[in-house]
């Protein structure tokens, strides 16, 4: 399943936030600073999915916030 996300980097807590059926809006507390706003992205995803974080790739977007991840093993 993919997923067209807008990552919201230094946030009050980690939320992730339904805007469609392919549509998420995710709150990170991380800072989008050497990568670790997409880790703190895969891991929030995999804690909300259910899914093991292996399962969880950012297809596009890497350095901005919209993002399209593919989630495997929904």
């Known amino acids: 399943m993919k997923y067209r996300i807008k990552v919201i980097p230094k946030s009050s ?4 936030i339904l805007l469609g059926p392919d549509e998420l809006k995710v ?15 895969v891991k929030v995803l995999a804690d909300h999915f259910k899914v093991k974080a292996r399962h969880i790739r ?6 901005g ?3 399209l991840v593919e989630i495997d093993s929904l």
């Open 13 to 16: 807590k980690n939320e992730v």
């Open 65 to 67: 916030r919209t993002k």
């Open 27 to 41: 709150k990170l507390t991380a800072a989008p600073v050497d990568g670790k706003a997409n880790v703190a992205l």
């Open 58 to 63: 950012i297809i596009s977007g890497a350095t």
